[in-house]
């Protein structure tokens, strides 16, 4: 037997593809296996169905068995043969008459079969009649079984073909419900919808109304949302009359009232009945709508945030780095690039020279990590101009495990790193001159310190403080002396190196902080002290403070610290006394700190105490010197202001009058002496006997230029109750240089009310001749360093000569001071000095002895 046929694995697909071994019994075989046993009178036939190991009966007729073993099967030789296959007597045909089907049950005697050979030519079976008895088969009963063959391939071929179109139609549906697809057509001659399941499932209808085959158009459009409803029609119009398909969206209104977004596509066509038709799908896409409209209001929202929302991918993070895929209205304001010129770049266009360098590093490290990040950093305008950026970076994942993309969210924080900057400005510089103020140098300093002791390095600290610079102030206004405080931050900057700190400690005091000086402690005393001797030396350049040209000077104070353990305060304190010794050694000078320093500034600090606790207990005094004439007759006397110490005795102004001028007690003292002066002199015009013509009474540069100088002196004369033209106020010609207008007009309210004027030491300072015929001055006193050695040098007696000789032609009184003997009195009124005062006319005294 021929198995390569039988096995035929072609045929046995074709079999197997028809799906019809193992099924139930179907009516339509049994009927023809039944006519087939009626046309050749056999009391068994069959409708066989042979795969590789058996032969089963589609249908069967008279024959118990459903199946058998390919080996019993003789419609195996049926389908292996081209034609009918007919055995009249199987006992005496040697290929069956063994069969068990032949020599048993049901005694197969004859035999007649007819392949079942499909359109493809495969034979899959047969349709068999079998008899218990041999017999012969009439042609025409072999013909009839052939045409009923021929039905059977029939029907099995158009059942293959339902089943297929079952199969294609369940597909469709399924196919249908996952994209939620929905398809119908449109009948343009009915109006009537053929509307597919799924259509219904989409419209809400599917379980509350049974499917109805055909939906009339009115029907399907009430579930259109009314304002919907015009649009919808129209574009059925246009795709009805060709205009154009439709493809619209729209809300229908389900039969519970929500409202779903489905997109209908329709064409025109012609059906099946030639009608012409409209072919649509619907789509359910109201997720996709809501997801679209959220979509669109986080776009919308990013658009309008302020804040710069920039989008790129995740890589590469190394050149040329992550490409920009998104950026927002923001990021075009701030950075003032436009969108398109920067999608597709790397962020990296932002950054500029100042960028952190650090700070990129630390953020870059961090995405490479996959970690989110914050950040300022500074970045770059597309004109070039830096801006603060404040960072929010974090990785996104797009439908992937690993980061996809980065999303930047940045603010300009410009303004506020601004106010940061300047907040700090405010709280570690100084405002006036730009310089650190006392905070940021104590913090360096006490970092130097540390430095210095952690590595035995050396330094210095350098405590400046401006002569006279209260007296500018008072007199020329503070606007004058903040312009010089600027100026001499300037030049004492000048002179550092950018690693030192020149710092403003206050008022007129500034600091230098040098760190860098030679570890040998001798070395960098030289160091400091060069640095010192420079400075006082460009000092000696004056200051052009707004057009006027003021000589300031300084005095220096310097701390050497090189590793012993010693805080920032002290160091400090120890410039300080430095300082004060140089001021009280004649001021414009440079000290270095030293032990017996201490002692004396802690005597100076004694002293200042005890000085404001004297003014309180009145232990100032006035003592009083004669002032003569060429006769010897008393014309005044001259008001002198001694202290009485309560352990130190009597001090006189030289001991303690700098402590004076250095705080601001100078304005108090000099109210109480001309006070005290004023009613000495108003008792000694009251005493009978020896009257007292005038009072001189020294006037400091502060104490006349105080506001209330005027107001003041006008009380003290008419509280004493003393005549003013006997008050004669000495000043010094500082005091008169300054604010000359303002000098003037002072000098003329009080000279207007009686009140002299004398010009005290004169020679040892400007001794202009301008500003001694603008001022309206009554006597001018030669100093005494000019009297004292009059007679041996003849400069000196030059210059009295010259001063004489030039108050004559002014018309101004000469009064020659410091004379202790006669010959200078001579040679004085020989010159033409009219009036005198030294201890050759007696020593200031106490009011009781004169
Ligand atoms: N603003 C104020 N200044 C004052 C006041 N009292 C004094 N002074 C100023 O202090 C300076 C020193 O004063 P004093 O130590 O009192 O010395 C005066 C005389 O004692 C001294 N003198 C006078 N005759 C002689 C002499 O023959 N020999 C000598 N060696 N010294 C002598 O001269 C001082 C007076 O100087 P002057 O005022 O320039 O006329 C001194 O500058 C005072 O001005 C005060 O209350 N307020």
């Not at 630390?362 to 960072?391: D, M």
């Not at 012993?564 to 440079?590: F, Q, T, W």
């Amino acid at each position: 037997m021929n198995h390569a046929l039988v096995n035929d694995p072609d045929r046995l697909g074709t079999l197997r593809a028809l799906h019809l071994l193992d099924t139930p019994a179907e009516s339509f075989f049994d009927e023809i296996a039944r006519f087939a046993a009626h046309l050749a009178g056999t009391p068994i036939a069959t409708v066989t169905l042979i795969d590789e190991q058996r032969q089963w009966f589609k249908a069967r007729v008279g024959l118990e068995l459903p199946e058998t073993p390919l080996a019993m099967a003789i419609c195996l030789y049926t389908i292996m043969s081209s034609g009918i296959y007919v055995v009249e007597d199987t006992m005496k045909d040697p290929t069956h008459s063994s069969n068990p089907l032949v020599t048993g049950s049901p005694y197969l005697r004859a035999y007649a079969g007819v392949p079942l050979r499909m359109e493809n030519g495969h034979v899959i079976g047969a349709l068999a009649v079998m008899d218990t008895r041999p017999r012969r088969f009439r042609s025409s009963v072999l013909e009839g079984l052939v045409m009923l063959a021929q039905q059977v391939v029939m029907h099995i071929t158009l059942r293959q073909q339902k089943l297929e179109l079952e199969l294609q139609t369940r597909r469709l549906r399924e196919a249908q419900r996952i994209a939620d697809i929905g398809s119908w057509e449109l009948d343009l001659t009915t109006h009537t919808f053929q509307i597919s399941e799924q259509v219904y499932r989409i419209y809400g209808v599917w379980h509350a109304e049974p499917q109805a085959p055909l939906i009339p158009l009115d029907r399907y459009l009430d579930y259109v949302h009314p304002d919907d409803l015009a649009s919808v029609q129209r574009a059925l119009e246009d795709a009805r009359s060709g205009v154009r398909p439709m493809d619209i969206v729209h809300r229908i209104v389900l039969a519970d009232g929500s409202v779903r977004h489905v997109r209908q596509h329709a064409e025109l066509i012609r059906s099946l009945d030639q009608h012409l038709a409209l072919a649509g799908t619907v789509h359910h896409v109201t997720e996709l709508i809501e997801k679209q409209a959220k979509r669109e209001l986080l776009e919308e929202c990013i658009e309008r945030v302020s804040d710069t929302v920039m989008i790129t991918e995740a890589s590469p993070l190394d050149e040329p780095g992550p490409r920009i895929v998104f950026v927002n209205k923001a990021f075009e304001n701030t950075t003032g690039y436009r969108r398109d010129e920067v999608l597709g770049r790397s962020p990296r266009f932002l950054q500029g020279p100042g960028t952190q360098r650090c700070e990129l590093d630390r953020v870059g490290n961090a995405l490479r990590h996959c970690l989110p990040v914050q950040s300022e950093l500074i970045n770059y305008t597309k004109r070039g101009k830096p801006f603060w950026a404040q960072l929010d970076i974090a990785p996104v994942a797009v439908r992937s495990e690993t980061p996809t993309h980065f999303v930047s969210v940045q603010r300009d924080v410009t303004r506020r790193k601004e106010d940061e900057h300047y907040i700090r400005q405010l709280a570690f510089y100084d405002a006036l001159t730009g310089l650190p103020n006392r905070r940021l140098l104590m913090d360096r300093l006490a970092h130097a310190l540390q430095i210095a002791l952690r590595h035995a390095q050396s330094g210095a600290v350098m405590f400046i403080d401006l002569d006279n610079f209260k007296t500018l102030n008072d007199t020329m206004g503070h606007d004058k002396g903040d312009i010089l405080l600027t100026l001499v931050a300037q030049r004492l900057q000048r002179f550092v190196r950018k690693s030192n700190t020149v710092a403003r400690f206050g008022g007129d005091e500034f600091v230098i902080l040098l760190e860098d000086l030679d570890p040998q402690s001798d070395m960098a005393a030289t160091q400091a002290r060069i640095l010192g001797e420079k400075i006082l030396g460009a000092f000696q350049v004056p200051f052009d403070v707004a057009g006027y040209r003021h000589s300031c000077t300084p005095s220096i104070g310097v701390a050497l610290f090189n590793g012993e353990p010693v805080g920032p305060d002290e160091i400090l304190k120890r410039a300080d006394v430095a300082m004060y010794e140089a001021k009280a050694s004649g001021r414009n000078g440079l000290r270095f700190f030293d032990k017996g320093m201490q002692c004396r500034v802690n005597k100076r600090a004694a002293l200042d105490r005890d000085f404001r606790k004297a003014l309180q207990a009145g232990e100032f005094v006035l003592h009083y010197q004669p002032q003569v004439d060429q006769s010897g007759q008393m014309i005044g006397v001259e008001a002198l202001v001694r202290w009485r110490h309560p352990h130190r005795g009597l001090l006189y102004p030289s001991e303690f009058m700098w402590i004076a001028e250095d705080s601001n007690l100078i304005v108090e003292l000099g109210d109480w002496v001309l006070g005290q002066a004023c009613r000495q002199m108003a008792l000694w015009q009251r005493r009978a006997g020896r009257p007292v013509p005038g009072i001189s009474v020294n006037v400091s540069a502060r104490q006349f230029h105080h506001p209330e100088f005027l107001p003041r002196t006008i009380d003290v004369l008419r509280a004493a109750g003393v005549d003013p033209r006997s008050l004669k106020l000495e000043l010094t010609e500082s005091t008169l240089v300054d604010r000359i207008d303002d000098t003037v007009a002072k000098m003329d309210t009080l000279k207007s009310w009686g009140v002299r004027f004398s010009l005290d030491d004169f020679g040892t300072g400007y001794s202009s001749l301008a500003y001694l015929k603008r001022l309206p001055i009554d006597e001018v006193k030669i100093d005494r360093s000019f009297i004292q050695d009059i007679l041996c040098n003849q400069d000196d007696a030059a210059i009295s000569q010259t001063i004489i000789s030039l108050c004559q032609i002014l018309g101004l009184n000469v009064m020659a001071e410091g004379i202790e003997n006669e010959s200078q009195r001579d040679l004085l009124a020989k010159q033409g000095c009219k009036y005198y005062q030294g201890y050759l006319m007696g020593r200031p005294v106490p009011p009781e002895l004169l």
